[in-house]
């Protein structure tokens, strides 16, 4: 019986090359060719535009045919419904430039609207520092005026300017000498009366208002509401080159008449003059009153 078994046999190598190089080949291509051909691939042409792409050949085969566009009806679209479809393409377009240019005039007018309010800020601004120029240079032309109605005083004859600046009230005698050198005033308060060149030297020496009566009113009311007034004062050693400047016993007097108030005042006094002017004044009190100028003497040294 013959031995029917291919083990052991021997294949040429054609046999070898069809088994395993052309049967795969021709199986892989077919099943790749039934897969692409279910879900609907188009073969042929990507097949032609594939040769048609190749050097040579694309001269023989021609390009593949584009595939109509059609309608929902499955119907391909006529020239007017194409221009139909532009048209609308063209109209959405337009809408949404539309829509860019409205966004973009609102954002211009916010810009203006923020421009203008910030030009109006400025022009407030400008105003109110034009309105603080105007106040300050009316202050400065109040203060020339008191400084004026000082000189004048002092130019006057002491004994002429003594009773007029009796009749002001304390306040005003305050600012008329505060704004007066240390000579003139010495030699004013040496001819007022002792009680009002007491009453004086006590207000230039304190601190005090320096604004006309519209400013002392609202300087009040600042003062209700707890706020700081403002003040100006003359330092201890003005006060005293003012009493070293009076003749010893009209100083003495009007120191005197201020003990009797307010005896801190007189010692300030006192310990702003020089030496000299110090002894001549002590010397004064000490024959209106020994009592009384011993004692300050020894508040002196303490």
Same mark, same amino acid.
């Given at each position: ?7 052991? !046999?021997?294949? *040429? ?21 039934? @897969?692409?051909?279910?879900? $609907? ?34 119907? +391909? /679209?006529?020239?007017?419904? *194409? ?20 966004? @973009? =005039?609102?954002? $211009? ?12 800020? =400025?022009? %407030? ?29 002092? %130019?006057?004859?002491? *004994? ?34 002792? !009680? ?12 005090? /208002? ?6 002392? +009113? ?19 050693? $003005? @006060? ?10 009209? !100083? *003495?007097?009007?120191? @005197? ?6 005896? $801190? ?38």
């Amino acid at each position: 019986m013959a031995d029917t078994s291919i083990e052991g !046999a021997s294949y *040429s190598a054609l046999e070898r090359f069809l088994i395993w190089f052309v049967i795969p080949f021709v199986f892989t291509a077919v099943l790749l060719f039934v @897969l692409l051909s279910i879900f $609907d691939y188009d073969i042929k042409s990507s097949i032609q535009k594939a040769l048609h792409n190749t050097p040579v050949i694309g001269t023989i085969v021609p390009a593949p045919k584009e595939k109509a566009v059609v309608t929902s009806d499955g119907k +391909a /679209p006529t020239s007017e419904q *194409s221009i139909k479809v532009k048209d609308e393409e063209i109209t959405k377009l337009n809408a949404r430039i539309a829509e860019l240019q409205t966004a @973009l =005039q609102k954002a $211009d007018s916010t810009t203006e609207q923020k421009d203008a309010s910030l030009k109006d800020a =400025q022009t %407030k601004l400008t105003d109110l520092e034009e309105k603080l120029k105007n106040k300050t240079q009316t202050e400065e032309e109040y203060n020339n005026q008191i400084t004026q109605l000082a000189n004048m005083y002092a %130019k006057m004859n002491p *004994s002429k300017a003594a009773p007029i600046i009796e009749a002001l009230t304390p306040k005003e005698m305050v600012l008329v000498f505060s704004m007066m050198k240390a000579d003139s005033r010495g030699a004013i308060l040496e001819k007022m009366t002792p !009680a009002k060149a007491a009453e004086a030297s006590i207000g230039v020496k304190d601190v005090v /208002p320096v604004r006309d009566k519209q400013i002392a +009113a609202l300087q009040e009311r600042l003062a209700t509401n707890g706020a700081a007034k403002t003040v100006t004062s003359v330092s201890k050693t $003005d @006060l005293g080159q003012t009493f070293a400047n009076m003749t010893p016993k009209s !100083a *003495s007097n009007v120191l @005197l008449e201020m003990n009797k108030s307010n005896p $801190d005042k007189v010692l300030a006094i006192l310990s702003g003059m020089d030496n000299a002017s110090r002894s001549k004044v002590m010397t004064s009190l000490s024959d209106a009153n020994k009592e009384i100028a011993a004692s300050i003497s020894a508040k002196l040294v303490q």
